[in-house]
């Protein structure tokens, strides 16, 4: 985590799994991609809300 949190931008740090919820996890990410790849290049794209995360302090 220490590492993906050098790598992030600020605005968005790293989250961990919600146990093994890979299925949330690769259905937010490719209606992610669909959003980004339909959008024009340098335009920011707004990402759907994270439903698969756990918020750890």
Do not use: C, H, Y
Request: proline share 7%.
């Amino acid at each position: 985590m220490n590492i993906l949190k050098q790598i992030s931008p600020p605005k968005r740090p790293p989250v961990t799994l919600n146990g093994l919820d890979f299925r949330e996890l690769f259905v937010w990410l490719s209606a992610s991609m669909k959003r980004v790849s339909s959008g024009k290049v340098g335009q920011a794209v707004a990402l759907s809300a994270v439903g698969w995360d756990q918020i750890t302090s």
